[in-house]
């Protein structure tokens, strides 16, 4: 089985502009018909409400899509946020893109 996997680069502040963005984004990935998604945060250091908001409908988005939704390479400050707002029970989050390779797609 061969999967599409695409992976999304965010960077800066993750906002309502962003986060409007990150959806436009999603819905063109997904229009292709993208079975996973990967969002690298690594270039992320700050993600107000309308960001959470965004990335909740993103994830909305893949999963009615019958895709999935991964994260990886979070800050410490984002990793704290998901933490006290359960993101990180909604939001399957990997140290970064190695990780994600060996445990999702099981490439060694």
């Known amino acids: 089985m061969n999967l599409s996997v695409t992976v999304l ?4 502040i993750l906002d ?3 986060g409007n963005e990150l959806r436009r984004q999603m819905a063109g990935i ?6 996973i998604v990967l969002l690298d945060m690594k270039e992320v250091n700050f ?3 309308s960001g959470l908001g965004a990335l909740v409908s993103a994830a909305q988005m893949v999963q009615n899509a019958n895709g999935k939704l ?5 800050s410490d ?3 704290m946020l998901f933490k006290l707002t359960k993101m990180d029970k909604i ?3 990997f140290a970064d893109q190695e990780e994600f390779k ?7």
């Open 102 to 108: 060996r445990q999702v797609l099981a490439i060694k």
């Open 70 to 74: 991964f994260v990886c390479s979070i």
């Open 47 to 49: 993600i107000d409400s």
């Open 91 to 93: 939001l399957q989050i």
């Open 16 to 18: 309502g502009i962003r």
């Open 30 to 35: 997904l229009a292709k018909g993208c079975d």
């Open 77 to 79: 400050q984002v990793g």
């Open 9 to 12: 680069e965010l960077s800066g």
